[in-house]
Structures are given as structure tokens and as C-alpha cells.
């Protein structure tokens, strides 16, 4: 069954609104999670079930966020994501947009690249 990216962002956007308690107007397509919408590491695997139950789909948990690849020290070195660990990324993560850390490279900005515009790619491509 496929859906239009408005259609997704709306039931995407209901489900960070009950997981992460933020309003309709918060949840934009550019806002993070983490920073702007508050989400810890617990909610991202509630709003993984959230979203399954939502969309009828199943979510593996690496596959929406590829936390290997961070604690890989071949693509991680000194905090620094290496290029094998951006392509690595860029992989497993076709939905993303990683200009986010292409730049700095920095791990810790890692949280950037989960948009809710990351999220309704990665729901519209498990749709398919």
C-alpha cells in the first residue's frame, strides 16, 4: 500500500506526538529528534513499536538506526565517523540525509541526521 509523503507525516507525526508528548506544531519535517523533539534513547524503540502498530509494518532495530556502525571502530576513530563509516551509513540508511555529519564527523551529532522527515522516508521505503 503506498502513501503520500503528507499522508505518512501525518500518522508519523501523531505517534511522536503520544510517544515523545510534544504538540502537532513541534513536529515539523526539519526537526530532530533528540534535540528538538526531546527523544532519549528508550523512546526511539517505542516510536519504532509505535510505528509498526501504525503502519503495519516490521522495523528492525538496527535498520532505523544503525547503532553498530557508531560503536564499529573500524568506521568510528577518535569520536570521528570515517569515510568507510559514512558510506557505511549512506547504506543502511538511504533515507537520510547525512550532510548533517558529513562536515563535522562527530558522533555526537549523529542525532541530527533523525529528522521527522528521516522517519517518514524510512516508514514510505518500508512501504514500498
Given at each position: ?34 534535540p528538538?523533539l ?91
Amino acid at each position: 500500500m503506498s502513501m503520500s509523503y503528507d499522508d505518512v507525516l501525518a500518522k508519523v507525526t501523531e505517534v511522536l506526538e503520544d510517544a515523545l508528548g510534544v504538540d502537532e506544531d513541534e513536529v515539523t519535517p526539519t526537526a530532530t529528534l533528540g534535540p528538538d523533539l526531546g527523544a532519549e534513547s528508550i523512546d526511539y524503540l517505542d516510536i519504532s513499536f509505535r510505528l509498526e502498530k501504525a503502519f503495519d509494518i516490521k522495523i528492525d532495530q538496527a535498520e532505523m538506526m544503525p547503532n553498530d556502525v557508531l560503536s564499529d571502530p573500524e568506521y568510528v576513530q577518535d569520536g570521528k565517523i570515517t569515510d568507510k563509516g559514512i558510506s557505511e551509513l549512506q547504506a543502511k540508511m538511504p533515507h537520510a540525509d547525512l550532510s548533517a555529519i558529513d562536515e563535522s564527523r562527530d558522533v555526537d551529532d549523529f542525532e541530527k541526521v533523525f529528522t521527522v522527515d528521516t522517519i517518514v522516508k524510512f516508514v514510505q521505503s518500508k512501504l514500498g
